[in-house]
């Protein structure tokens, strides 16, 4: 099922990738979750990788956050991801927010919002970034995060990874679940911290918003793409629409 004509579009045209990655493969002991993998993002582009739960979206994005052992190459901006710890790839401007979010739920909005700047970026300059992004999030800042809606929960947990001042943000499923109201919100968001010139990898199971923000987009299953391209090309494949746009 692999596309020769978006082949070379899986690769962007301008100098260094902010993140390269290479024959990536990585076991769940006799499993096999990612199978040969290549893919690469470049300064101030959103990539999108698109597939149904279970495909490997959350482990790629965990291995490229240094977070699980691998074979095969990962370099964010230039450098082995498996030769640094987490904790340094934070300080070098490689944020996560995860699927699962992560929040301190019996913490404030603006104490969950501090913890994000523990290790980088600026708390009151960053602090105005992500209110004037998210209003709903300064309007709650002195309530407990678990006492708050699952979108709003979601707009925390991208709120609290802005507060690191990312240069290169790993979104991980940040539509899953919510409403079609929130899904506006969060689709304005991204494109805001585009705009501000953050680069996004964005790993997402609602292929209809994946296409609408990203630049490049990769199908991601069983462990491999099996289709890569520009929006364009991946909405207008058989393929695509008929297995995950409805024909």
Known sequence: MSSESGSAAATGTSGTPVLSVSDLRVNYGKVQALRGVDLTVDEGEIVSVIGPNGAGKS???????GFKEYDGRVEYRGQTVSDRIPEDLVEDGLIH????????????????LDLGSYRRGDVKERKSFVYDLFPRLEERRDQEANTMSGGEQQMLAIGRSLMSDPDFLVLDEPTL????VILEDISE????????????LLCEQ???????HADRINLL?????VRQGPPEEIRNDDYIRESYLGG
């Open 177 to 180: 679940g919510l409403a079609p």
């Open 97 to 112: 927010c995860t699927e699962s979010r992560d929040l301190f739920g019996f913490m404030s909005v603006d104490d969950n």
């Open 206 to 212: 609602n292929v209809t918003f994946a296409l609408k």
């Open 189 to 200: 968001g991204i494109q805001a911290i585009q705009d501000a010139g953050v680069t996004i």
């Open 59 to 65: 482990t790629l994005a965990n291995t490229i956050s």
């Open 221 to 225: 299953e069983n462990g491999e793409f």
